[in-house]
């Protein structure tokens, strides 16, 4: 599924994070950067050394905050590194810094001129986010942050399985009037 705003293509697949022919992708990391399982430990295993010894070097990063480093031997020349929330009851700032790891991942990748961008569903595995929820504030934020900002042309939501992909794909649906 497609959907093109301002001029940004936002679109949906489902598969693996680590093949995409992307400028970089986006890694749903713990808050060492130093590997762990899902969509992190997948990116480190395919990427090779290079990935964590650059994150080694990066201190760590703060919930809902995100950083950059080589893409090691990964397609994608460059992985950005955000830390999503673990869900609690959505009352406990859970929305707000998911919504930020969407905004400051993309902020990164426009100070580091990447025009194309592949995010998983940040939070929705061992964090525990509802898959819902977490697709609507992730496609609201890359809507709102692509109608102000023309330097991103692909953003791609890389989504594992059937159940994530129906939740983003419902929530395009609401989000993309």
Avoid at 24 to 47: F, K, P, Q, W, Y
Wanted: hydrophobic residues 40%; aromatic residues 6%; glycine residues 10%.
């Amino acid at each position: 599924m497609k959907q093109t705003v301002n001029q940004t293509v936002i679109e949906l697949v489902q598969g693996d994070i680590t093949t995409q022919d992307v400028e970089a992708i986006v890694n749903a990391a713990n808050s060492s950067l130093l590997g762990g399982g899902g969509v992190d430990g997948a990116i480190h295993r395919v990427g090779g050394v290079e990935i964590l010894k650059e994150c080694k070097t990066l201190n760590g990063c703060q919930t809902g905050d995100a950083k950059i480093t080589t893409g090691g031997k990964l397609k994608a020349g460059h992985v950005i590194h955000t830390v999503g929330p673990v869900y609690r009851d959505g009352m406990s700032g859970e929305p707000d810094l998911l919504a930020s790891c969407y905004q400051i991942s993309l902020e990164v990748a426009v100070e580091n001129s990447i025009a194309t961008v592949a995010f998983p569903s940040v939070s929705t595995g061992v964090y525990g986010y509802p898959y819902d929820d977490a697709a609507e504030i992730a496609l609201s934020t890359v809507k709102a942050f692509v109608e102000q900002n023309t330097a991103i042309l692909l953003v791609r939501f890389v989504l594992f399985n059937e159940p994530i992909y129906q939740a983003f794909e419902n929530a395009m649906k609401k989000v993309m009037i």
